[in-house]
C-alpha cells in the first residue's frame, strides 16, 4: 500500500461501509475468522463481534491473515478507541504493529502445536495464537464460529482427560502389591 492513503468508513442507510485506500469496499474476509456476517462496526459503544470483523479484516488485509487471526482482538480495542463518529479515516500507516500493539514478534508469533497441551491450557484466558495451535494439533476447524470451536475444543478436552485416566488405571495395575527384585 502506498503511504499516506487511508482506509475509510461511513455509516449509511445501509449500514456501515468501509472502504480500501484504493476505493473499493472493504471485504469482510470471513474466509480469515468469520465474528460478524451481518458486517462492520467502531467506537466505545460497537458491537464486540462487529468490531472483532472490522479488525479482522483490516489486519488481514493490510498485514497478513496470521497477524489478523492472532492479532485481532488487540486491534478491535485499538479501533473502539480510535474511531468514533459516523465518518472515520484510517491511515495506512496506522495499522502498522508500532501504533496500536505492545509487542508484536512477527517472525514467532504462534507456538507449535507440540507446545500446548489441552488438559492444561485455560480456555477462558488463552491467545487466540494458542487456540490455533490447539485446534491444528487436535484437526480442529478455526474457520467456524468461536463457540463451535470452543464446543469442539471442550469435547476433546474431555476424550484426552479420559484417555489418560484410562491409561493410569492399565490392566498391568498390581493393586499396590510390589513384587521383589529379580536377582541376576
Known sequence: MTAGRAYRGERCMGGQLVYRPDGDVLDKHLHVLRRAPGGF?????????R????????????????IALDHYKEFAQYLREELDGDKWQLPTSDISADTW??????ADETPSPDDVHITTV??????????????EKHDISVHQSVDDRREELETTRETVRAATDDS?????????????????
Not at 41 to 49: K, L, N, R, V
Open 168 to 184: 493410569e488405571e492399565s490392566p498391568t495395575d498390581t493393586g499396590g502389591f510390589e513384587f521383589p527384585a529379580a536377582s541376576q
Open 122 to 135: 485455560d480456555f477462558d484466558e488463552m491467545s487466540f495464537a494458542i487456540e490455533r495451535a490447539l485446534c
Open 101 to 106: 500493539s505492545r509487542d508484536i514478534d512477527v
Open 51 to 66: 468490531i472483532d470483523q472490522l479488525a479482522i479484516a483490516l489486519l488481514a488485509d493490510a498485514a497478513t491473515k496470521n
Open 41 to 49: 462496526d467502531w467506537g466505545p459503544e460497537a458491537d464486540e463481534a
